[in-house]
């Protein structure tokens, strides 16, 4: 399996221009002052569903060929990616079957539910999510879509950076969050041919730090037991996602649950507008100064906005 080049990122971005949303990009001056830099906001917040997966998800749908897309796509997720593939599933009028451990908030099922997707639910663990997951592949013979480690799911991805720098050109650095590490292979393969002097590092909560540990480590070190708020940055690196960070990312920088949780309050307060725990990682990592920031220009991909407004990490 090959990582896209720069040219299948261009190809996904056409393929999936009619279907989602290019966001916008915000500025700060309160921010900006804070940090003491110039600060540039993709805002995949306000994209389908919510947050960026809905590109990836999109254009792996749409690279089916009919005799594929007729028996359909199927993935396990309780997260952002279930919801984006059976919007994509539903676009192009195919069926998504979605694999969701019964323990699965109510508001994601029925999020997935109503984007017509077919829930098929399992016990809250991995091999069962396989196993079922498996089971549906063989009966259906539908398409597995991974939710990063799949070449077309990184080329979607990769999307955003192409409108952010085309929006905002001569960056020096450019700052997505990692979980699986699908948004930020695609990132940092634009900017690597793009804008080359630009520096991608990919933040990462210090509880669910295996992202980091595996670039230091030469190896992929899998997400054990990871505790943070930030749940959309809990799973392991893929092998492709894994080979593209080594070649292009730059740097992987941890951040606290406390400056997460500051970043993220500070963008609803000052930014008005709503991001959840995992895009401000990110955020947190330029309060932390976890690098000299002084006086760049700096991208930043707010990667999400879903969020259990019950349940905001401030409420006592």
Known sequence: MTHPTLIEIQQAAERIKPYIHRTPVFTSSSLNHMVQADLFFKCENFQKVG???????????FSLSESEARRGVATHSSGNHA??????????????????????????KAAVAGYG?????????????????AKIVEETGATFIHPYND?????GQGTATLELLAEVPELDIIMTPV??????SGTAIVASELSPTTQVIGTEPEGADDAYRSLQEGRIVPSIQPHTIADGLLTSLGDLTFAILQ??????????????????RHVWERMKII?????????GA???RKIDFTGKRIGIILSGGNVDLDRLPWRS
């Open 286 to 288: 330029l309060f932390e």
């Open 83 to 108: 919801a984006a593939l059976a919007l994509a599933a539903q676009r192009r009028g195919i069926p998504a079957f979605i694999v969701m451990p019964k323990t699965a908030p109510e508001v994601k």
């Open 179 to 184: 979980g699986g590490g699908g948004l930020l």
């Open 275 to 283: 991001i959840e725990p995992s895009a401000a990682v990110p955020v």
């Open 117 to 133: 997707g077919k829930i098929v639910f399992c016990e809250p663990t991995l091999a069962a999510r396989e196993a079922t997951l």
């Open 247 to 264: 070649k292009y990312v730059q740097k992987i920088v941890t951040v606290s649950e406390k400056a997460i949780i500051t970043g993220m």
């Open 51 to 61: 947050a960026f997966k809905f590109r990836g998800a999109c254009n792996a749908v």
């Open 151 to 155: 070449p077309r799911v990184i080329a």
